[in-house]
């Protein structure tokens, strides 16, 4: 649909970054439903592909009567899933398309939850105002400055309130994106953060992601006046066949897919 022509490795502003993303979850937003909406369901909080769920990790705590934000929501599953444990949940993605298939699932489940269209690098909200912050995949690789992102949550925090974001497990970045045997050679150096940019044949940026590695993300967490307090690292569940794009058992058996940092505000 938006006739992609090539990869390239290039830097790119916030504003191509941005327009990039939303124009790609608009136009992907019916078929990554498709592909994978049964196993994210739609009132569930799965963190990330190796099937880590919110209620066996308890990496929110209790999230009774918290004010809570979820950021790249997506058709938000998450959300649903912590209003209904009792969550006072708005959830925040870039995407029109990714929101009404939010809108759709709140029809078909009763569960309704504020959604909010904007960017995860200028939160629309006092500061403050939220409890608990996370994201499962959702903003902060596809953002060009995630320093400005971890600065927003802080700001929206309130003194001891917490934020869990899990991303792509940094040392993925020097494989290519391939889930069988021509994703185990190493073809990049894991300190290149020239970003990864899918344009079509005009040279437009159709799909972008952002690298950081392990200490950058330490950096940008402590400069946001943020405590980082655990990094979880999934490991593959045994017995689990599923593929979902390069992740798969041969590359997880081996090594991390996903990274979710645990956080706190001070206070």
Same mark, same amino acid.
Do not use: K
């Given at each position: 649909?938006?006739?992609?022509? +090539?990869?390239?490795?290039?830097?790119? %502003?916030?504003?191509?970054?941005? *327009?990039?993303?939303?124009? !790609?979850?608009?136009?992907?937003?019916?078929?990554?439903?498709?592909?994978?909406? =049964?196993?994210?369901?739609?009132?569930?909080?799965?963190? /990330?592909?190796? +099937?880590?769920?919110?209620?066996?990790?308890?990496?929110?705590?209790?999230?009774?009567?918290?004010?809570?934000?979820?950021?790249? /929501?997506?058709?938000?599953? /998450?959300?649903?899933?912590?209003?209904?444990?009792?969550?006072?949940?708005?959830?925040?993605?870039?995407?029109?398309?990714?929101?009404?298939?939010?809108?759709?699932?709140?029809?078909?489940?009763?569960?309704?939850?504020?959604?909010?269209?904007?960017?995860?690098?200028?939160?629309?909200?006092?500061?403050?105002?939220?409890?608990?912050? /996370?994201?499962?995949?959702?903003?902060?690789?596809?953002?060009?400055? %995630?320093?400005?992102?971890? +600065?927003?949550?802080? #700001?929206?925090?309130?003194?001891?309130?917490? !934020?869990?974001?899990?991303?792509?497990?940094?040392?993925?970045?020097?494989?290519?994106?391939?889930?069988?045997?021509?994703?185990?050679?190493?073809?990049?150096?894991?300190?290149?953060?020239?970003?990864?940019?899918?344009?079509?044949?005009?040279?437009?940026?159709?799909?972008?992601?952002?690298?950081?590695?392990?200490?950058?993300?330490?950096?940008?967490?402590?400069?946001? +006046?943020?405590?980082?307090?655990?990094?979880?690292?999934?490991?593959?569940? =045994?017995?689990?066949? #599923? =593929? !979902?794009?390069?992740?798969?058992?041969?590359?997880? *058996?081996?090594?991390?897919?996903?990274?979710?940092?645990?956080?706190?505000?001070?206070?």
């Amino acid at each position: 649909m938006l006739g992609t022509a +090539g990869v390239v490795r290039r830097p790119l %502003s916030a504003a191509e970054s941005a *327009a990039a993303s939303r124009r !790609w979850w608009d136009a992907d937003a019916d078929d990554y439903h498709e592909a994978h909406g =049964e196993f994210l369901g739609v009132r569930d909080f799965v963190w /990330c592909p190796e +099937g880590l769920r919110e209620g066996d990790a308890e990496l929110l705590g209790d999230v009774r009567g918290a004010r809570v934000l979820e950021l790249g /929501c997506g058709s938000a599953p /998450c959300s649903r899933w912590l209003a209904e444990r009792g969550a006072r949940i708005v959830g925040l993605d870039v995407s029109a398309g990714m929101l009404r298939h939010a809108l759709v699932a709140a029809g078909a489940t009763g569960v309704e939850v504020p959604l909010v269209q904007a960017g995860a690098e200028r939160l629309p909200f006092a500061g403050a105002s939220f409890d608990i912050a /996370c994201s499962a995949f959702g903003a902060v690789p596809f953002v060009a400055d %995630s320093a400005a992102v971890m +600065g927003e949550v802080a #700001r929206v925090l309130r003194p001891g309130g917490r !934020w869990v974001f899990a991303v792509n497990h940094p040392v993925r970045w020097i494989f290519p994106d391939d889930p069988g045997r021509a994703g185990l050679t190493v073809t990049q150096s894991y300190f290149d953060r020239t970003p990864y940019v899918e344009v079509d044949g005009s040279g437009r940026p159709t799909y972008v992601e952002h690298h950081r590695t392990i200490g950058d993300r330490v950096r940008e967490i402590a400069a946001a +006046g943020l405590v980082l307090h655990d990094i979880v690292e999934p490991e593959w569940p =045994e017995g689990q066949q #599923r =593929e !979902w794009g390069q992740w798969s058992p041969l590359r997880g *058996a081996l090594f991390p897919g996903t990274a979710i940092f645990c956080c706190r505000r001070p206070g």
